[in-house]
């Protein structure tokens, strides 16, 4: 089985997290950002949005408040413009051509991550989606890998684990997982990929196939 994680991976979200930040900034009456500047910041969720948003870390006093008013604005806008990245669709067709089934393990809520793969069709295509609030701990801890393996009724160690973030590598090493780091994904010039463990690197989706086509038809 191969498992990815959603946000730069699967599905460039980045327009929309900036869109839904932009219009905070305009809020509180500040200019709005490029989106290559939010864009690095896309794959951290709120605390990495609100630092480049705000300058704002977890352990400020108004970092819960600023929390909870981003994510009720990007709320309204998450499938304003979701697009997936170029060669997912045609990856993730041919994994389904080889009987490869294929699964979703993101740390974006539930309450997002559900409407997101409903609205680009891919909600019931999917194997399993597991997101960051189903489980104790989420990435970089293996709880939400572990359980997409006990939905599919999938050894852990017959799974890859693709994502573009360190914690997603973190995660699946944890997991017993081979792990693939997606360069095409929302790295930062400060990340530092080939330090982080993964079993391979893809510079496209694609890349994939030359890693799992056949050597998991034969497990799965």
């Known amino acids: 089985m191969i498992l990815f994680d959603l946000d730069g991976t699967l599905v460039d979200t980045a327009h929309d997290l900036a869109y839904a930040l932009n219009l905070q900034r305009v809020r509180h009456g500040l200019a709005e950002l490029p989106l290559d500047v939010i864009r690095p910041y896309a794959s951290h969720g709120s605390k990495g949005l609100l630092a480049i948003g705000f300058d704002l870390s977890d352990t400020d006093d108004t970092f819960a408040t600023m929390r909870d008013e981003y994510l009720a604005i990007y709320d309204e806008v998450l499938t304003r413009k979701p697009i997936l990245f170029d060669g997912v669709s045609e990856l993730l067709a041919r994994l389904e051509a080889n009987n490869i089934p294929w699964g979703v393990v993101t740390n974006k809520p539930r309450r997002f991550t559900q409407p997101l793969m409903q609205s680009i069709g891919l909600l019931t295509r999917a194997a399993c989606v597991v997101s960051g609030d189903d489980a104790a701990r989420p990435k970089p801890f293996p709880d939400t890998?572990?359980?997409?393996?006990?939905?599919?009724?999938?050894?852990?160690?017959?799974?890859?684990?693709?994502?573009?973030?360190?914690?997603?590598?973190?995660?699946?090493?944890?997991?017993?997982?081979?792990?693939v780091v997606a360069l095409y994904g929302y790295l930062s010039e400060t990340d530092q990929p080939e330090a982080w463990g993964a079993d391979q690197a893809i510079q496209a989706p694609l890349d994939l196939l030359a890693f799992v086509n056949l050597k998991l038809s034969a497990v799965c």
């Open 145 to 179: 890998l572990l359980m997409a393996c006990e939905q599919v009724g999938v050894d852990p160690q017959q799974c890859w684990y693709v994502g573009d973030a360190e914690r997603d590598i973190q995660a699946g090493k944890a997991a017993g997982m081979q792990t």
